[in-house]
């Protein structure tokens, strides 16, 4: 029982200057429906930020939190499929643990995952994978993904 184990897997995208382009959201929406298997939220701020012109409410992003065998089915597709098809793909670095197990990874290009097809894509969108385990530390975390196959560079 003391083994740690994956717990979620949340993905998000931003949608930034394009919050009001009713077009791109709905396209961000259906690609991330395809990515993850499941519809996102929308994400709207929850205060008002002068510098990134952002006020309470408005809507800043997408997100979706993966758990069970969806989480499963993704973590084997973005570890076997989807981070290798990546522009210089030489792993993930360990750097990218937060201390406590858990592991974020930025991608570039939503165009990497196979049900994305590249020539339909009007704009490149880029997402945010959060992998949380049940591990209590880093050295825990970086065992249980390196048995499951992750990516790490050496």
């Known amino acids: 029982m003391a083994a740690p184990t994956l717990e979620k897997i949340s993905v998000a995208m931003g949608v930034g200057s394009k919050r009001e382009d009713k077009e791109y959201i709905k396209a961000a929406q259906d ?54 098809r990546m522009k210089d793909f030489r792993g993930i670095s360990r750097q990218a643990m937060d201390g406590g197990g858990n592991i974020s990874v930025g991608v570039t290009e939503h165009t990497i995952f196979a049900e994305i097809d590249p020539n339909k894509v009007d704009k490149i969108k880029p997402l945010g994978v959060v992998i949380t385990t049940t591990a209590k530390d880093d050295n825990q975390g970086y065992a249980l993904l390196k048995a499951l196959g992750f990516p790490f560079k050496d």
């Open 31 to 84: 690609d991330m429906a395809l990515i993850s298997g499941q519809k996102p939220s929308l994400r709207s701020a929850k205060k008002s930020i002068a510098g990134f012109n952002v006020r309470r409410g408005q809507l800043v992003g997408l997100q979706v939190t993966l758990r069970s065998q969806r989480m499963w089915d993704f973590f084997d597709k973005l570890v076997n499929v989807s981070l290798p």
